[in-house]
């Protein structure tokens, strides 16, 4: 039956598919619930994401009220799913046991594995109770925020309640399997223009950008900013530099090769750092070197011609952090999340008080900042940066190369789609975006 829903949507019938009925069971990536111990002892580097996860039938999930389940053509690969399958800074299991003490509804989640995966493009093929806006046949991105907002502390923004969830990562029943379980309020309509897998790479990180740069909840980024870029070819700098261009910032990238910063020129992006040329050592010896900090803020202002970021884009975390602040101009902001360097961050805390500058914390975007980045897609005003895709039987290798950062841009997931290429709905708007598209994807 499986084969029947992925043959039809593969035609482009996308309502006879939502009217086929559907099976037992499905093939979804997960971990173990009593493999959580696996790496124990062994240094980050050594664990191995390939060793925890599997690919193999599970049941399907059971549909509840404001529910959709949604045949999903393709994912991707975030770090919230490396670290799931490193179980690490804590095994996702914690999330999934507490929230099956919550509810009934709550207690699907709490199983001996973990569906894993943040990212989702498909078809809806059921609806539960409830859900209005959306029906069986309807093409949709997944955005990961997931939360009922039952709570009064999310009603100005859902991302304060206390209840908010990650999908995929601190829920179950996420977007690495042939059918996924979300929320109404996690769909967005795909983008007519993009395949499967080029939807599916945004929603995380392009909704994370938003909120971190544009959004009323970050730092209300303006034309003439000077933004500090790291990782500006990755799954967040890479969006992040757009939003720049297309805001009328100054986006000050900072790279790990000439090659990147070289196509980064291409793409019009006019400052550039090849912090492997500069061979910058903020770490020494356990301890950081503040010399390196000034040393790559000269280099900021050689750039700029005199000027200190308005706004850092932090997301490396432990490695970079104290540069970032040390760098950001008086009453300056560092904005970060994700901290994939680690999580212990250390800065010398006088150019923060004493020169009035602001650390942000940002969390994924709530559902309007979600729709509002997803929206910029289907503009054509900002492109996916897709550099490779593999099949779900290879989520683990996908996952291993994230973790030894071996890739570039975000790495997809065909799930039910046969190969890439498939999805398009819109052909004339691809062919009128085609040019900016292929620039994007060959950055990555």
Known sequence: M?????????????????????????????????EQQMFEGMDHSEKDPRKSTHVDEVAIPPLGPNEALVAVMASAINYNTVWTSLFEPVPTFRFLERFGKESDLGARHDLDYHIIGSDGAGVVLRVGPG??????????TIHCNYVDLESPEGHDDSMLDPRQRIW??????????????????????????????????????????????????GARMKQGDIVLVWGATGGLGGYAVQYCLNGGAIPVAVVS???????????????????????????KDGTQD????????????????????????????????????????????IITCASTSGFMHEFDNRYLWMHLKTIIGSHFANYREAWEANRMLDLGMIQPIL??????????????????????????????????????T???????????????RNLA
């Open 387 to 424: 550099s490779k895709t593999f099949p779900l039987t290879e989520a683990g290798q996908a996952a291993y190369e994230v973790h030894n950062n071996a890739h570039v841009g975000k790495l997809g997931v065909l799930c039910l789609a046969p190969e890439e290429g498939l999805g398009v």
């Open 131 to 140: 859900v209005t806006r959306w029906k069986p046949g309807d093409l949709v």
């Open 426 to 440: 819109d052909v004339e708007k691809r062919d009128r975006l085609g040019e900016k598209l292929t620039a994007w």
């Open 290 to 333: 503040p010399k390196e900090w000034g040393r790559f803020g000269k280099k900021i202002r050689e750039l700029t011609g005199g000027a200190d970021p308005d706004i850092v884009f932090e997301h490396p975390g432990r490695q970079t952090f104290g540069a970032s602040v040390y760098v950001a101009r008086r009453g300056g902001q």
């Open 257 to 283: 090769s000439e090659r990147k910063a070289q196509h980064l020129r291409e793409l019009g992006v006019e400052l550039v750092i090849d912090r492997s040329a500069e061979d910058y050592q903020f770490w």
């Open 168 to 217: 995929g990562y601190e829920s179950n029943f996420g977007g690495l399997a042939e059918i996924a379980m979300v929320k109404a309020n996690q769909l967005m309509p795909k983008p007519s223009h993009l395949t499967w897998e080029e939807a599916a790479c945004n929603g995380l990180v392009n909704s994370t950008t938003y909120r971190m740069l544009i959004g009323s909840n």
């Open 2 to 34: 499986i084969e029947q829903i992925r043959q039809a949507i593969a035609g482009g019938e996308y309502e006879a598919a939502s009217g086929l009925a559907l099976p037992e069971s499905m093939r979804a990536a997960f971990v173990r619930k009593d």
